[in-house]
């Protein structure tokens, strides 16, 4: 592969090639669904052993997504665009997106990529967008399980952001999820046990509500225009690149960028 880390065969896969006497098969995808899960590897896994007939596709395919995915800005360069844009707040938002693949324990024996809340697995991804919307950096993917504050923190969002409201006074508007993660972030007021918001609280619920609603259309264009942002059938850890593809083809489609 000319760029980014290249596919590896699952683990187990090439067993048996080299002493039997039949020809090696592809793996369907019933088959290859029990070899273990790497939603945290971070890279595209072939679905089948390099040695085996059929898997040119798999290989045309990762490249490709590699190719593309390694076009995407960085954290660092999609927050130097937006300075430089001069934007008067960023959005940040979670999405999941949902995959085919089996169970994987995590350290504490719970299942990695099962979404409590969707009751699935699946894989999170956070996405940084301009005030209208628009996405401008997808994160690499983590486990389903985990709370968007959990991944904002293990991809450095909250302290990148929180440095760019500090220098640039430009804050990031936020749900709920990322509850006093940030004193860069604004969030609507939490409603306290057994008391009610005031009406000053309210009234700052609407509007940051309104103004961070535009943050579900920067999840729209990507998950709509693209179908394996949907549902994945891929290897988990695929999802960081089909993300960043997508960011990419959506962004040279309509010449924005920021």
């Not at 590897?41 to 593309?68: K, V």
């Not at 309104?210 to 999802?239: C, M, Q, W, Y």
Request: some cysteine; proline content about 9%; charged content about 20%.
């Amino acid at each position: 592969m000319s760029a980014g880390r290249p596919p590896k065969p699952w683990p187990g896969s090439c067993a048996g090639i080299a002493t039997s006497s039949e020809p090696a098969r592809t793996p369907g995808p019933w088959a290859s669904s029990s070899r273990p899960c790497s939603c945290c590897d971070g890279s595209p896994t072939a679905h089948a052993c390099p040695n085996s007939p059929g898997t040119t596709g798999y290989r045309s395919l990762h490249e490709g997504l590699t190719l593309l995915a390694d076009q995407a800005p960085d954290l660092s360069t999609a927050l130097e665009r937006a300075a430089a844009a001069g934007y008067s707040h960023l959005n940040l938002d979670g999405t999941v997106i949902r995959t085919d693949r089996v169970a994987a324990p995590c350290p504490n024996k719970a299942d990695l990529c099962w979404s409590g809340k969707h009751k699935h697995h699946r894989g999170n991804v956070q996405v940084i967008s301009t005030p209208d919307g628009w996405p401008i950096w997808v994160s690499p993917v983590r486990p389903g399980r985990e709370h968007d504050t959990t991944c904002a923190r293990a991809h450095g969002l909250i302290a990148a952001l929180n440095r760019l409201a500090a220098i640039l006074d430009i804050p990031t508007l936020t749900d709920l999820g990322y509850e006093n993660a940030s004193p860069g972030f604004r969030h609507p007021v939490k409603k306290p046990q057994g008391r009610e918001l005031t009406t000053r609280q309210k009234t700052f619920n609407r509007v940051i509500r309104a103004i961070h609603g535009v943050a579900e259309r920067a999840n729209a264009p990507l998950k709509v225009t693209f179908k394996a942002l949907r549902r994945g059938s891929l290897d988990p850890g695929s999802i960081t690149w089909i993300a960043r593809a997508a960011l990419v083809l959506l962004q040279l489609e309509t010449g924005v960028t920021t």
